[in-house]
């Protein structure tokens, strides 16, 4: 994690030392707070081919859910059986249950080294106190982006926001039974409400991340959604 964090900071570094050597900061935008801006979508774009296979995953699941509802109804009393066929199902059409489950466990250990990063940006990315304490670290209305947000009604709330609408397009096109459906608005509004509570204690470069991370992933999945409408029309 320490090895992930010091590349992600020489990284972010990198893009401080070329925001600075161009145009003027204001006193309402940061050096800094765009460096964090553009360092994110870096991270994003790196982690895109991940995005887009797990998306792949998903869309072939969908495929398959009428057949896999079709052998645990013929199947329900006899398990063996049921997951015998199963297995031949996904044989028979290249499918791995387990590769929507990959790409997250792929990003998780990155996730964590960004989050340790932003904690401490001493360490891993300006290595000198001294020059960490002469940035400017304001942003829009954030007096300082190594403090919290002041207002509940700022990136707190556009955290949880922007999660909450992930989760809604990252789940409109999977198709899954009412127990699953259930659990999943359970998780729609748990996580987002999870999230603004521990951005109100998070430094706001943290939280600033997660909303612009949201928003690419929003867009992506915009994209996403669109194209395979398309090819749901195309079928018909």
Not at 47 to 68: A, D, G, V, Y
Not at 79 to 103: A, D, F, R, V
Not at 112 to 127: G, N
Not at 165 to 179: A, E, P, W
Request: hydrophobic letters at 45%; aromatic letters at 10%; glycine letters at 6%.
């Amino acid at each position: 994690m320490t090895f992930l964090g010091n590349l992600l900071g020489s990284l972010m570094k990198f893009v401080f030392d070329v925001v600075s050597q161009v145009g003027t900061e204001t006193k309402l935008v940061s050096y800094y707070g765009i460096t964090i801006i553009i360092t994110t979508i870096i991270f994003k774009l790196i982690l895109l081919p991940i995005s887009l296979h797990q998306s792949k995953s998903t869309k072939k699941m969908n495929e398959l859910q009428p057949k896999m509802k079709e052998i645990q109804e013929k199947y329900k009393n006899d398990p063996q059986t049921q997951q015998t066929k199963m297995m031949q199902l996904y044989k028979e059409n290249n499918y791995n249950p387990m590769s929507g489950c990959l790409p997250l466990l792929i990003q998780f250990p990155i996730i964590i080294a960004i989050f340790k990063v932003l904690r401490d940006p001493v360490q891993f990315v300006f290595k000198d106190p001294a020059i960490y304490d002469t940035i400017s670290k304001g942003f829009l209305w954030i007096p300082n982006l190594e403090q919290p947000d002041p207002y509940l009604w700022g990136l707190p709330l556009l955290a949880g926001l922007t999660t909450f609408l992930q989760s809604k397009l990252m789940t409109g096109n999977v198709q899954t039974n009412s127990q699953a459906q259930s659990t999943q608005k359970i998780m729609n509004i748990f996580l987002p409400v999870m999230i603004f509570m521990a951005s109100r204690s998070f430094a706001s470069g943290l939280a600033l991340y997660w909303v612009i991370g949201n928003i690419f992933q929003i867009v992506q999945q915009l994209i996403i959604n669109r194209s395979l409408g398309e090819v749901k029309e195309e079928t018909k």
